[in-house]
């Protein structure tokens, strides 16, 4: 069965609308997510392991899985900002996403499905890691390059790549993929899975994020999957 799924804006019509100033951090995990791992509710405020140097501290979610201008880069003498779109798309999935949290529960219906199939697919896409596989991809070219004996910046049209480059063509990307994959998800069977009583699942990234006994959906044919408290 294939699910439908609203895909993103073209990215022209994301140039168009969003040329903004500066807007601040930019989370590449909903606070919606990360509100269901407080630790202080009041405060809304997440504990914290960092693995590079065994410190645990408490943070407040507006710190933590964001960067200043994530989703926003360079273009002429704008700085287009996609941060507006990103919350827009991720409200589509707001509203199953917190009646499966409430429920504990998938109800098995394709309009449910549809919506967690996008959240995901827009996650896997939109995090650093896959933003970095363009530099990485170029510093693979350079070290091929090299070791023939020639210099990247010696081939014919080479443009070195910026910042700005592959933050733009990371925004592009969830324009072209997102709607494909959300819809390869959809096709998967969802299993829904909760912690022992004394166990907790963790979101993580450069540092560790702990939950206190969530739910998380996986879908049973990858090994990603998104959390639920």
Do not use: W
């Not at 405060?43 to 979610?61: G, M, S």
């Not at 507006?62 to 779109?85: K, P, Q, R």
């Not at 959300?182 to 096709?187: D, G, L, T, V, Y």
């Amino acid at each position: 069965m294939t699910v439908a799924t609203r895909a993103p804006d073209p990215p022209d019509r994301i140039i168009i609308r969003c040329l903004v100033m500066s807007d601040g951090n930019h989370h590449y995990v909903p606070r919606f997510i990360l509100r269901h791992f407080l630790s202080d509710a009041r405060k809304e405020q997440v504990t914290v392991f960092d693995k590079r140097t065994d410190r645990v501290f408490p943070t407040a979610i507006g710190n933590i899985m964001a960067e200043h201008d994530f989703h926003a880069f360079a273009f002429d003498d704008f700085l287009v900002s996609f941060e507006g779109i990103a919350t827009q798309i991720e409200n589509i999935s707001v509203p199953a996403y917190e009646e499966v949290v409430a429920s504990r529960r998938l109800d098995g219906s394709p309009e449910q499905k549809s919506a967690l199939a996008f959240l995901i697919a827009f996650q896997f896409l939109r995090t650093k890691g896959h933003r970095d596989m363009y530099q990485d991809l170029e510093d693979l070219m350079r070290k091929a390059v090299e070791e023939s004996g020639g210099k990247l910046e010696d081939l014919q049209n080479y443009t070195p790549l910026t910042p700005d480059d592959a933050k733009m063509m990371h925004v592009k990307s969830f324009q072209k993929d997102t709607g494909q994959f959300a819809q390869i998800i959809a096709e998967k069977d969802f299993v829904l899975q909760a912690a022992a009583p004394d166990r907790s699942f963790y979101l993580g990234g450069a540092t560790s994020l702990r939950g206190s006994t969530p739910v998380s959906i996986a879908s049973a044919a990858r090994s990603f999957r998104k959390i639920f408290h």
